[in-house]
């Protein structure tokens, strides 16, 4: 079952000028300065591997951790897919700044997601950082000479994700809800001509890989159920193939044929490190291989 999804009536918009706290506002802008500062010159590639030196297996490695009882969602997610002279390619990087900066329309601008703790969207220009909008947006992108932006939370019982348009008049920016879900996320997005492909936590009451349309805001579940447990951090379209990454396990999703391949990019040093659950991965490795 696919959600419904609740297009906002235009007539209903409001601009959402004045909504930022001063005083929150300004500890969390000390904050982002802070954070720019402290990074910006950090973002260096630790690593890079090519797709073609990646290991098949029959299916995700799910539950993976370095140390026993300690399971970690963000195990395996400092590396993320990135494109390279047209080529899907997988980076380890110092930090993760560059998951923050998008190019648009308007400039730079910045997402910050803290989780239950807020967050918000800011655009870089040369005279400083401008305000946008408070909440917890993860993802900026373009489409027909607009600029979209995307929040998604998940915190305990409460989910909610959200699709707004960004207008700005002279110094003011107008941000416009086109829709808004409370049974799915967003967790992670790539644009792709007029359509947006997202990821939505299993976990959720709906789940998997969806394509919205941005002509008419049609969603559609493209695939349920195809990476378990797995948190995915990074998905990229290329032609027909949808590439998924996240706790050291890709996914290749064909959109003609439906075909799904699973790859991981652990080392050979590294499977003998690590542990399933309460057993050794180097112990259960053969069921992973072809």
Not at 8 to 33: L, V
Not at 239 to 245: A, Q, T
Request: hydrophobic share 30%.
């Amino acid at each position: 079952m696919i959600p419904k999804i609740n297009v906002i009536n235009k007539k209903n918009i409001r601009k959402r000028e004045n909504i930022f706290d001063e005083d929150y506002s300004e500890s969390f802008e000390d904050y982002i300065e802070d954070f720019i500062e402290e990074y910006s010159n950090e973002n260096k590639i630790c690593e890079i591997q090519n797709l073609s030196d990646l290991t098949k297996i029959k299916r995700p490695i799910e539950s993976l951790t370095d140390e026993l009882d300690l399971i970690s969602p963000y195990f395996g997610n400092e590396y993320y897919l990135f494109t390279q002279n047209k080529e899907i390619k997988i980076k380890k990087m110092e930090n993760y700044i560059d998951n923050y900066f998008f190019e648009t329309d308007f400039g730079l601008m910045m997402t910050r997601n803290m989780g239950e703790f807020g967050g918000g969207l800011y655009n870089l220009t040369k005279n400083g950082l401008e305000k946008v909008e408070y909440g917890n947006f993860s993802y900026v992108f373009g489409y027909n000479h607009k600029v979209y932006a995307i929040t998604s939370l998940a915190h305990l019982s409460f989910v909610k994700c959200s699709l707004y348009e960004i207008k700005k008049f002279k110094d003011k920016y107008e941000t416009i809800l086109i829709f808004e879900n409370e049974e799915m996320t967003m967790d992670c997005c790539y644009s792709d001509e007029k359509y947006l492909y997202f990821f939505s936590d299993p976990y959720n009451k709906y789940s998997g890989l969806f394509r919205l349309n941005l002509d008419n805001y049609h969603l559609e579940l493209i695939c349920k159920d195809i990476l378990g447990s797995i948190n995915i951090n990074s998905i990229i379209k290329q032609n027909s193939i949808i590439y998924l990454y996240g706790n050291y396990n890709l996914m290749k999703y064909n959109l003609k044929t439906d075909e799904i391949e699973y790859y991981t990019n652990l080392k050979q040093d590294e499977i003998s490190e690590l542990y399933v659950d309460d057993k050794k991965l180097i112990d259960l490795w053969n069921e992973y291989l072809f």
